[in-house]
């Protein structure tokens, strides 16, 4: 089975690609950290198996925390809030992680969505 971690990132804030790197980075990391607490054997496999991870993208905020609500009651996900420490407002959220989790699970849900 192959795993993926997926990272669905809000296009309408206007980040700079190093803004938008540093969040799905965030991102990246905090769903790692649910995922380890929740399935660590998925962790194990996806780590065993080149750590594929696919940045997708939504128009806006309310779209980001819909997929969001969604997908946290399906796998480990993390929701990010930017610091505001350079160019988004303090607690904005700019992007979601998910996983990694099993690739075939996680496309039942996310297919529709487009690459960043």
């Known amino acids: 089975m192959d795993f993926k971690q997926i990272i669905i990132v809000r296009t309408d804030l206007g980040m700079s690609p190093g803004k938008i790197a540093a969040q799905t980075a965030h991102a990246s990391v905090s ?5 380890l607490k929740k399935e660590p054997k998925w962790v194990e496999e996806w780590k065993n198996s080149g750590q594929a991870k696919v940045v997708l993208k939504v128009s806006g905020k309310k779209e980001l ?25 303090p607690g904005e959220v700019t992007c979601v992680g998910v996983g990694p989790a099993p690739e075939i699970e996680i496309d039942k849900f996310t297919s529709e969505l487009k690459l960043l």
């Open 31 to 35: 769903a790692l950290e649910k995922t």
């Open 65 to 89: 925390l819909e997929w969001f609500e969604t997908l946290k009651k399906l796998f480990p996900a993390a929701l990010i809030k930017d610091a505001g420490r350079t160019q988004i407002a």
